[in-house]
């Protein structure tokens, strides 16, 4: 497909389980994120990588988080240990570039539903 | 620390009328702003942009307005359509990254 696309779309594990969560990004897009929304909230920054490299990654929330894109292409979110207050939409975004001159909009997935019960 | 701040959660307007949804923000160091529009099960999807050095921007329907001495910025949709039933969230980008505010909820009656 053309837009970004996340999976699983809903996953629901118990405390204590670790897991993944895969985006495969826009073709050709550079900058990939990872934004995590609560409900009633808005999406929250956790982690920025610009090709390969993870640029920032001061949003994840402790080290029970990690994230990758060994291919500078597809990138996944690891969970550690889950908590009960993981529970959200985890939502991944791809745009063409990052840096300055860029207008900042950025093309968002469906995001992966995560339960922890 | 919230830079983005919306704080209608929501809102309700007549078919055919204006909707007026707001945001204030509070770092100066933010370049472009942002307006996102969500339908449930979605991710958000980009509808207006205005730069820091620009005052109005329009595009259809969709106009954004900028106040930077306020800190403040307006989303004016006109006339209101029943597909414009959706979350608005308000964006704001430093260099790379997008702060959100959480969001207003709109509901278009007929």
């Known amino acids: 497909g053309a837009g970004v696309s996340q999976t699983p779309s809903n996953k629901v594990t118990e405390k204590g389980k670790y897991v993944e969560l895969r985006c495969d990004p826009i073709?050709?897009?550079?900058?990939l994120y990872w934004y995590r929304q609560s409900l009633g909230q808005g999406p929250e920054f956790l982690i920025y990588?610009?090709?390969?490299?993870?640029?920032?990654d001061s949003g994840l929330p402790n080290d029970r988080f990690f994230a990758v894109r060994p291919e500078g292409s597809v990138s996944t979110l690891k969970i550690q240990r889950t908590e009960r207050g993981d529970s959200a939409v985890y939502l991944c975004?791809?745009?063409?570039?990052?840096?300055?001159?860029?207008?900042?909009?950025?093309?968002f997935g469906e995001g992966s539903r995560l339960t922890v019960l | 620390d919230q830079q983005v701040k919306q704080n209608s959660p929501s809102l309700s307007v007549q078919e055919g009328r204006i909707s007026i949804l707001n945001c204030d923000y509070t770092?100066?160091?933010?370049?472009?702003f942002l307006w996102y529009k969500k339908y449930p099960a979605e991710g958000p999807t980009f509808l207006i942009s205005?730069?820091?050095?620009?005052d109005k921007n329009e595009d259809g329907r969709f106009t954004v307005f900028l106040n930077k001495s306020a800190k403040h910025l307006s989303l004016h949709i006109v006339p209101s359509q029943p597909g414009d039933s959706a979350v608005y969230f308000c964006?704001?980008?430093?260099?790379?990254?997008?702060?959100f505010g959480a969001g207003t909820t709109v509901t278009v009656r007929a």
């Open positions: 975004a791809s745009s063409t570039s990052g840096g300055p001159g860029h207008t900042g909009e950025l093309f």
């Open positions: 073709s050709g897009h550079t900058a």
């Open positions: 990588f610009q090709g390969t490299g993870a640029a920032d």
């Open positions: 770092n100066s160091m933010f370049d472009y």
């Open positions: 205005i730069s820091s050095i620009k």
């Open positions: 964006a704001a980008r430093d260099d790379y990254k997008l702060s």
